[in-house]
């Protein structure tokens, strides 16, 4: 099946690696995809929000399954682009419509839904510019704390959490007053909910579903949960409090309402759904909603799924997801994101990268920012490589891992060595 991975992280070579289990070489294409894709398959170049490019591509190269990996394109209706184009409506594509994107894209909408649907989520209120005075009124009846979101997407910056009233308010009218630009217009404050955070990905047709590997991501780039945000550090999976128990919440809780709600708004929805959870006192409480997978958790959870991916993504696309057999494997598998020195802030591109060869098949190497110049690869984003390992158990699992990043080479390397300390 002539597949199209729109993308250039870890996420997108992990997926792509994944299918490639199943496809040859030649009927595997990323869009633009990084150095690590083009050795599974073929890089096509291009910007992944030129829908008229992707659909020239896609035509050109006889294209029969589109997956949208990051978040934008689908935010801006890629996929109700193909639905509505006759050329490209024989295409399956993975992901939500435009309307459905907004459960990541607005975070206004997804509280909205949330509330509608009785889906455990952090008390909240959205403000405007022009309410600015009810905004802060609102942060006197919270407990510190303050969480502050802009409602939409802002390089993962927009969410603040400020431990004083003061500098809350202060925050607050800055960010509507345009400090990220038109995603902070409205912005949702909600209680700070105490708790572990866990990473719940669902596959779905828009009426079945499966429930993928469970992971945990680290966000921080400092160690103990420190410093500033990143698109992520690493990941580990399964997480140990998201037993048996746990899940049964999570199901009845959030994930059968969020599919309810789906089908009751006729949100055309054929793609994955990311529950942000915390586990709140043993109860699953939604942070947010991401409509893609999340990254670097695919790269640890593309380990532990036995199952044919790309069976399961014709089962999205044909609406017979129920008809697709899925295991897991019950393995711990883990991912180690090796950064640029300076990330997430002012970081240089272009180090040389050298990798050792790799004989161990517990060890998998997924590029993120990477590229190819004249035969070696360079750095060419603030997350460079991610390394992942799978095996018995987390402290096995990360041991393994962590001796393979000492196999990765460049200039200002730098990785976060204490994953799992919460677990």
Known sequence: MRTLIIGSGGREHAIGWKISQDIKRDELLFLPGN??????????????????????????????????????????GIVDTFRNDKDLQKIAIIGPSKKGAQLEGSKDFAKEFMQKYKIPTARYQTFTKETLKEGKAFLKTLNAPYVLKADGPAAGKGVVILEKYE??????????????????????????????????????????????????DYKRIGE?????????????????????????????????????????????YK????????????????????????????????LRIQSSLLELLQGVANQTLDQVDYKENPQTAATVMLVSKGYPEQYEKGKTIDIAPNNNEDIVIFHAG???????????????????????????????????????????KFYRKDLGFDL
């Open 271 to 302: 793609g994955f759904i990311f529950l942000g959870l915390i586990n709140v006192s043993g109860d699953p409480y939604v942070i947010e909603y991401n409509v893609r997978l999340g990254d670097p958790e695919t790269e640890a959870i593309m």
């Open 167 to 216: 500098e809350a308010a202060e925050e607050l009218t800055e960010m509507l007053n345009g400090k990220f630009g038109a995603s902070s217009s409205k912005v949702v404050i909600e209680e700070f909910l105490s708790g572990v955070e866990c990473s719940v990905f669902v596959i779905t047709d828009g009426k079945n579903y499966k429930i993928l590997p469970v992971a945990k």
């Open 35 to 76: 150095a690590g894709t083009a050795q599974i398959g073929h890089n096509i170049a291009g910007d992944i929000m030129d829908f008229n490019h992707i659909k020239e591509v896609c035509l050109a190269n006889q294209v029969e399954l589109v997956i949208v990996g990051p978040e934008n394109p689908l935010c801006e």
């Open 370 to 412: 990477t590229k190819n110049t004249e035969n070696t690869f360079v750095t060419n984003g603030g997350r460079v490589i991610s390394v992942s390992a799978i095996g018995e158990n987390m402290e096995e699992v990360l041991e393994k891992a962590y001796a393979a990043t000492e196999k990765v080479s460049y200039d200002g």
């Open 224 to 268: 103990g949960d420190t410093g500033l945000n990143t698109g992520g550090m690493g990941a580990i999976s399964p997480v140990p409090f998201a037993d048996k128990q746990f899940m049964d919440k999570v199901t009845q809780q959030v994930v059968l309402p969020t599919l309810e709600g789906i089908q009751k708004e006729d949100i055309d």
